[in-house]
């Protein structure tokens, strides 16, 4: 089973585009995971409880409750217009969860994992946390990003975090692939050598926040969201659910092997590098058990870090209205190496979408149906002998279908979109090489004529399989104009040569990538 993970988004705020980056990317990844026969179990959701929320709700002078639950329709609706499938939805303020969370703090507190003791210090209301002179800048104070601090002296509740440090060095040390990329696990890997070992306060009075899941044992308590919203991993895959819940099967989703968190590189240290790891090894799961954490990078608008304050977000549902989803969905996943930043730019939107799919894609699959109707009445004859340039159509397909497939292992889906796009590129120009508009003025070419048509249609046939985990609809489209229904269900390894068959009627070609026209051109 392969369990994949994003991070829950706060109901504070509108879905953006970097909440919709993450869930289209781990959405291609699930779908590239059926693809290559993988039993799949996606899992995203929102966080709903917090400060952030509550004092927002308070600013609208609604419950938090209601606040939350508006703000989670808007992203439930964004998932289904960009079409992010997902077999679990997560929402923290679901009793099951609660229920969860409630269950492992009394089993913390049980193994001795929990204290409860005072403490006096900084606290930043806006990042929910108290501060240590180590947050404080070089003139130091703390800085604006921590927005309004404020000295609070109160009990709270402690979770010895301290008490796996060590552990937690030993086990980022020995296991390269628990974060990837490489350089995002480096930033763990110094982060935890300079780590003072605190522990971390998990409860906060309810005097302060009302808006979490309230201490089973210590009612005057709630639990601080990150403690909450990390637990959703375990408790919406039934990590002790009832039977009845609804849920799945924790042991068939959880076996040994952990799953994969898709997370930004904002929240790796310390929410899911240091706590949640040490929250699962505090729980009793076993080294084994621990979870693969898949950092990317952030959109960025002109290199600025994209934030509301900054009024320079971009609304993915009016990009998807206004370019449609198809370009949407492309542009997020092919002009950004996993892992690292990029900008976001709404010309390169218009242009990658209009010159690799429109142009090149949309051209191949336009040329081989169109002249397989027409000089063809729609039948692919594939019995015509084979010659070099032939060949190397193939050889190239083959290379590429291996670079896709080593890219896509790597959640590299970039390279594994230029890899389609190389093959297609080979295509136009055996095309324009072998001119089947010239082949059929003589019907003593026409074994010709079929090869070349054959391997048009027959590379079309693959490209759209190819494409299937980032573009579904576009691919379903392509695959109904070749009149093969079962194309959408082929694994990548059925992709050999001749999925086409001899004799096989194509239909007719509509256009699959409408070009998207400016308003300046
Ligand atoms: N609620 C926490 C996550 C809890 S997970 C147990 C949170 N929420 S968030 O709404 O602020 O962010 C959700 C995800 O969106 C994070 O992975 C974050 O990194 C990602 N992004 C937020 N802005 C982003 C960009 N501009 N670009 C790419 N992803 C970014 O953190």
Redesign the pocket.
Known sequence: MFYLT?????TNGAP????A??KVLADVIARYRRLRGDEVYFLTGV?QHGQKVQQTAEKEGIHPATFAKKKTKLFLNLWKKLGVQYDGWAETTDDRHKACVQAILSDLKERGELYKKAYKGHYSVRQEQFLTDRDRNEAGEFGPEWGEVVEIEEENWYFRLSAHAEWLKNYVSSNPDFVIPGFRRNELLGALANSAELDLCISRPKERLRWGIEFPFDPDFVTYV?FD??I??ISFAGYRAKDDAGLPDFAKLWPDKGPVHI?????LVP?HGIYWPCMLHAMGFRDDQMPQILV?????RSGE??SKSLGNVVDPDELADKFGVDALRYYLVRDIVTGKDADFDLDRLVMLYNQELANELGNLCNRALNMTGRYCAGIVSTGGPANADDHALRDSLKTVTAEYRAAMDAFDIAEALKAINRHVTVCNAYAERNKPWELAKDPAHKGRLDSVLAHLVESLAHCAVLLSPVLPEPAERIAAQLRMDTLMELRLDDLQWGLVPDGHETGKPKPVFPKIVTEEA
């Open positions: 994003t991070a829950i988004d706060y953006h585009i970097g909440h980056y993450e966080d990150w919203a990390l959703n991993y997370i930004g590189k904002d929240i929410a990317h990078g952030w959109w960025n870090k994209m």
